[in-house]
């Protein structure tokens, strides 16, 4: 490969202390995520340790309160942070990416007393959280999740199985989706299930085309009874904090899409710039050219649309619509840029001994995550032109 360096991001931040904590994510990047992240993913293995360093630092839980332990961050900033270490590795990009927002029901709608006892062990405490609302048959649609939880005097007894978690069978911690009631949307409550819940467990890790150091396993509960107290919010309103929860998180799924396709355009520039056929580097060419032109292009477009939404979210304004706006083209962007990326390399792409071939596959991963790109379509269709005629 290229010992050219990619050149760094030129990003607007708000604050002096937002670019110093720019700078310590890249540093972190450099030195403890990227050089181990080929290989640890071609041995499927979670870098745990890296995410006990994040929690130290303070990189688990930005968005949130400092009352609790959090970095009391902008999401402009939070998701640029996001960003760089999906770059260096989207393992690690998506699995702060789900700890936040498996994070965000307890900070957003749990009382003073369960965010004093949770929040700051979640945020700066070494926990890992993970996000239960998919199902074997109820992905898409969300809102007919079958895993009930039963009132048994002072605590709730749960049983079902959720599907594609990430971090499911290694997490500190669940926010589990559960019907309480009536079919539809309004039956559902949330609750915080602890990790070594009796009754709790999880199947072996699904064997993924890419992604394969982050696990993503069912997880089944038998039983788990979890007190009254781990209730998060009114009975009946676990599905309004779900989507909540998921506007959020569609904006760090776009932040990380745009880190990979970031990763793959560097990647890309690199080895154009040395590789040489017919006397010249191959980046003289101008078929080459103008595809870098358009990748870099969709990028920066990218970013834009992520941080334009963020900073909506940051004024309190809606952003629910720029939210799937921004998965949907981000997703796609990284698609199509990784894919790129690998053309611009040949035959070399198309081999692991160089990141391209493992962008790609990885790409694809987020443009189903959160909400397939289809259900953004969708979002953004009732947004623009209202709810479909029934």
Not at 25 to 30: N, Y
Not at 48 to 68: C, H, I, K, N, Q
Not at 330 to 348: F, H, N, W
Request: contains cysteine; proline residues 4%.
């Amino acid at each position: 490969m290229s010992d050219r360096d990619p050149q760094p991001v030129e990003r607007q931040l708000p604050t002096e202390e937002a670019r110093d904590l720019l700078a310590l994510v890249r540093e972190i990047a450099q030195r403890e995520i990227a050089p181990k992240a080929a290989e640890e993913e071609d041995a499927a293995r979670f870098p745990r340790e890296v995410f006990t360093l994040l929690s130290e630092a303070g990189l688990l839980g930005l968005p949130y309160d400092s009352e609790y332990g959090g970095g009391e961050q902008p999401y402009e900033v939070y998701l640029q942070v996001l960003e760089e270490l999906a770059a260096a590795r989207l393992t690690v990009g998506l699995g702060v990416s789900v700890h936040t927002l498996a994070s965000y029901a307890v900070a957003t709608h749990g009382t003073k007393q369960q965010q004093v006892e949770h929040l700051p062990a979640m945020l700066g405490g070494g926990l890992l959280g993970a996000y239960c609302l998919s199902e074997p048959a109820s992905g898409s649609d969300a809102a007919s999740l079958r895993t009930r939880a039963v009132r048994d005097g002072d605590s709730w007894v749960l049983s079902g199985t959720k599907a594609w978690i990430t971090h499911g069978g290694i997490a500190d911690f669940y926010t589990v989706m559960a019907r309480t009631g009536e079919d539809g949307p309004r039956g559902i409550t949330a609750f915080l299930v602890p990790g070594d819940a009796e009754g709790l467990s999880a199947a072996v890790p699904e064997k993924k085309m890419g992604l394969k150091g982050s696990p993503t396993a069912q997880v089944h509960l038998d039983g788990v009874r979890v007190s009254d107290d781990r209730r998060i919010g009114e009975e009946g309103q676990g599905f309004s904090i779900a989507l909540s929860a998921l506007d959020s998180g569609r904006l760090g799924i776009a932040a990380c899409a745009i880190g990979v396709a970031q990763a793959a355009l560097d990647a890309a520039v690199g080895y154009a710039t040395e590789r040489r056929q017919f006397g010249h580097p191959i980046a003289d060419f101008q078929g080459l050219r103008f595809m870098i032109a358009d990748m870099a292009t969709q990028i920066e477009a990218g970013r834009a649309l992520y941080l334009a939404a963020a900073r909506l979210r940051d004024a309190g304004l809606p952003f629910a619509k720029q939210a799937a706006m921004a998965k949907l083209h981000c997703t796609d962007t990284a698609m199509r840029v990784t894919t790129d990326a690998v053309q611009i390399l040949g035959g070399y792409g198309y081999t692991a001994d160089f990141p391209a071939e493992r962008y790609m596959r990885e790409a694809k991963v987020l443009q189903i995550v959160e909400g397939t790109n289809q259900i953004q379509r969708m979002v953004i269709a009732r947004h623009v032109a209202g709810p479909e005629a029934r």
